[in-house]
């Protein structure tokens, strides 16, 4: 654990490039390779609109063609390129993921250290709430809340949210249990400084290195379950080329398997990609609960 | 160990009273009329019925008395008249669980054989090029978007090299035998038909291994890093030491050390599988409870989405009270808080 406290606290900026150099170097190859294929998508996130493709949402061929060289994955069923939408997809699934993940970790972080380091009251109403948020199979709440919400990526992600908090709420909270009983924060306490302060300045810092190893990889199975919400009809709605809705229109055409190859590919791509990085993290930060 | 079971088995209706509590305030926060979800359009006009529905939902009442009564009536196993099949809730998932259920065993019975096999495998011959497969098997298993490698894997081996039959439980216009377990397979066999059996087995066989991939990765990694472990210890030494071939220290020690943390991984594995089997079903129109919340969902059922979801839950809490249990039981040495 004493590894990790510099890439935490505040180092000058020459240092943390060297960190970064030789953090790089001690990353294994897989993990590299997680990192490049996300690199990628982001990059393609944040310039595919730039790129020579074709328009993801107008007719540019003939309905339901084979991949041939004028379209690399084929046509689909409204004669619009698949590879292109496959590419442009990465716009939906991609933010969605980081924005679920973000509000996941902060709103159970936030919860978890509540509940950890107050103990009490506080503890007993989180963790409760928690054990009843997973006492639900994740596919069938996000359902049933995305249902009641209504159609639409925005509800999609909401229910996904609390469907994930409880988890960072956990992880948190078992930090936070553990480094609240080190010396330093006894000393803190002894000093005079109050909870909050305690909390925020000499525990909540070497909190982190779970949540974000978790978070990492929990990435893809964001982009899994947002696909997988799509494909069911809660999340994008036609004619968005989201992966899952793209997914599921190659499942009424069943023929045409190229319709649904590529935004399958991708989400493969991305989930493979964060469990990589995720365990080339894990291995070397958090060796004990490798 | 008893009094851990005793606190488990109290924890229980909490929780089901926490899953019943959210269900409830989901069905509260929709935007249409609930009454619309209870009654059959054609009987709207009926104000005798629309009467007796509302008082016995209690819709004309506060809201802490319409929570009151929908506890009441769930638990009477009352969950409320599917929106868009016009039957009680319960009665539509009561007749679709075995299938189901049916997927969800087979598909796990596949999932730990081939991972307890590749688990074992690896461990056997780690760093061996059949380490490396099994690994990415296994990862790429674990990674599949399922309602996508349903959809491939239907293309190829149905499709194009007719290897498999296509979708559902039975091929079209073939009667399903008589019920007794509702398993078609296990009902076929007790019908003693066998040309039945082959073919409820065959429709059965490809669903159940893409459901049974997706948790193989895990089974996998867990037993091959629990069998390296046990053939690191001393028993396994001694085992070595005292002249027994590699088979039998890693069939008869190694496995063993294995196979409580399998125990403990099971029910995890459950929470995959019941998502797996929600999108599996709805690639091959497998007519069980998941492909039924998935249409419930489509057309925003909210009953027969609240009904599965609570049926969900309480799976899923058995499952992982049953793991629990059979944990404690295996392995005293644990510390159960």
């Excluded at chain 1, 639900?136 to 994930?164: D, E, K, T, Y």
Aim: proline share 7%.
């Amino acid at each position: 654990m004493a590894d990790i406290t510099p890439a935490v606290t505040a180092a000058p900026a020459p240092r943390r490039g060297r960190q970064l150099r030789r953090l790089s170097r001690r990353l294994p190859l897989t993990a590299k390779i997680g990192a490049a294929i996300l690199l990628f998508w982001i990059l393609t996130v944040l310039t595919v609109q730039f790129w020579p493709l074709a328009d993801p949402l107008a007719m540019v061929g003939r309905r339901l063609q084979p991949p041939s060289a004028a379209h690399w994955l084929g046509t689909d069923a409204l004669g619009r390129d698949v590879f292109s939408r496959t590419l442009h997809g990465s716009i939906w699934s991609i933010p969605i993921a980081i924005v679920v993940v973000a509000c996941a970790v902060s709103i159970g972080s936030f919860l978890g250290a509540i509940s950890g380091f107050f103990g009490g009251w506080w503890d007993t109403i989180i963790m409760r709430l928690v054990d009843v948020t997973v006492a639900f199979p994740p596919i069938l709440l996000a359902m049933a809340v995305a249902a009641m919400l209504g159609p639409g990526l925005a509800n999609a992600s909401i229910a996904m949210v609390i469907v994930w908090w409880p988890i960072y709420a956990r992880l948190m909270r078992a930090q936070v249990l553990e480094v609240k009983e080190r010396e330093h924060v006894e000393a803190a306490v002894a000093g005079g400084a109050g909870g909050l302060r305690v909390l925020r300045v000499h525990v909540l810092p070497l909190c982190w290195t779970p949540t974000l190893i978790n978070a990492t990889m929990d990435f893809g199975q964001v982009v899994l379950l947002a696909a997988s919400l799509s494909f069911i009809g809660l999340g994008a709605t036609p004619p968005s080329p989201e992966w899952g809705s793209m997914i599921s229109e190659g499942a009424t055409r069943f023929y045409d398997w190229w319709i649904a190859f590529g935004p399958g590919m991708a989400i493969l791509s991305v989930v493979l990609a964060t469990s990589f990085l995720g365990d080339g993290l894990r291995d070397l930060f958090d060796r004990r609960s490798a | 160990m008893l009094a851990y079971v005793l606190r488990r088995l109290i924890s229980i209706p909490f929780l089901l009273l926490g899953v019943a509590s959210v269900s409830f305030l989901l069905s509260q926060m929709t935007k249409g009329d609930p009454l619309a979800a209870l009654v059959p359009e054609r009987m709207m006009s009926n104000p005798e019925i629309v009467e007796t529905v509302k008082a016995q939902w209690g819709l004309d009442q506060p809201l802490p008395i319409r929570y009151l009564r929908y506890l009441g009536n769930l638990v009477q196993g009352d969950l409320g008249t599917s929106f868009a099949t016009r039957r009680p809730v319960a009665t539509d998932i009561a007749e679709r669980l075995p299938a189901t259920l049916e997927l969800v065993i087979a598909a796990m019975i596949i999932g730990t054989a081939m991972g307890l096999t590749l688990g074992l495998l690896s461990a056997r011959f780690r760093g061996s090029a059949f380490d490396s497969i099994a690994r990415i098997f296994a990862l790429i298993g674990s990674s599949l978007p399922i309602f996508w490698s349903g959809l491939i894997l239907l293309y190829v081996l149905s499709v194009r090299l007719a290897i498999v039959p296509g979708t559902g439980r039975l091929p079209p216009r073939i009667a399903p035998p008589p019920h007794h377990t509702g398993f078609y397979t296990v009902d076929a066999l007790i019908a003693g038909d066998l040309s039945l059996f082959v073919q409820a087995l065959t429709h059965l066989a490809l669903p159940a291994f893409v459901l049974g991939w997706a948790v193989t990765g895990i089974i996998t990694r867990l037993v091959r890093s629990s069998i390296v472990e046990g053939l690191s210890l001393d028993y396994a030494r001694t085992a070595r030491a005292k002249g027994a071939p590699e088979r039998v220290v890693l069939v008869r020690h190694a496995l063993p050390n294995a196979l409580i943390p399998l125990l403990t991984i099971l029910g995890f594995t459950f929470a995959y599988l019941i998502t797996g089997a929600v999108l599996t079903e709805a690639i091959f129109s497998w007519p069980g409870i998941g492909s039924y919340a998935v249409r419930a969902a489509g057309a925003l059922d909210y009953p027969a989405i609240g009904g599965v979801t609570i049926v969900g839950s309480v799976a899923f809490l058995l499952a992982n009270l049953l793991t629990d249990i059979a944990y404690a039981w295996a392995n005293p040495r644990i510390k159960v808080h």
